[in-house]
């Protein structure tokens, strides 16, 4: 299945638009676990275990791994992944941008190092720093739209003179990702929920593209906003959100805790859209 059929039957075999996000802290673990980096798949698969039947996706940030010099413990999670979710893609969310073999080993280490479905990139560089993902059949490459933080607008809001219409940074990432990069179905974009507005207008330059949506929980996204902004019949969504389900408790129950927490969220996203 490629990465879009994957995460299509996801959302209908879980009645989900939700992702959750594994960004392990170890300095936030609960407290049997709390400040050993050692027990970030031990968090982490629990956290999956909880959630599986919720989602439509999982996105572990290659960062908060590396940092700890736990790729091994990554690696170890996407085989637990694909071993008791094997029907929920994931999403390594690794932002990468970079051109030619560089590209090209950043597209090794996700998809085959890591056995991602889909990765995250910067388009920064252009297309031929999205070309090498693409030669991975089936594999999903998201690219960075119209982001969550605030200093997005630094860039992605500026208008483009030199291109006809002069449209904003970002409409136009929208548009060549829909349009002339989208050689093989592959593509997909991020665009932060706290920004309902523009996720509206990318949703209209890119009517069938999937859109990855971060910043629902902690970052104060409108779980109502975002669906009624994003979705579309053919238009699939993938809201993440990660601290909101992740640290839910400090206790021994954090795993009960990040269920409900993440059936809660799933519950208000299904809600928005019927």
Sequence with gaps: MTFTDKLRAATAQNDSLLCVGLDPEPQRFPDHLRGDPSKIYDFCAAIVDATAHLVNAFKPQIAYFAAHGAEDQLERLMRHIRATAPQVPVILDAKRGDIGSTAEQYAREAFERY???????????????????????????????RTSNPGGDDLQAQRLASVDGQPLLYEHIARLAQGPWNTNG???????????????????LAPTLPLLIPGVGAQGGDAAATVRAGLRSDGPIIVSSSRAVLYASAGADFAAAARAAAEATRDALNAARR
């Design 115 to 145: 056995g991602a479905d889909a990765v995250t990139l910067s388009p920064f560089m252009g297309f031929d720093s999205i070309a090498p993902y693409l030669a991975y059949h089936g594999k999903g490459a998201i690219l960075l739209c």
């Design 186 to 204: 592959q593509l997909g974009l991020v665009v932060g929920a706290t920004y309902p507005a523009e996720i509206e207008r990318v949703r209209a």
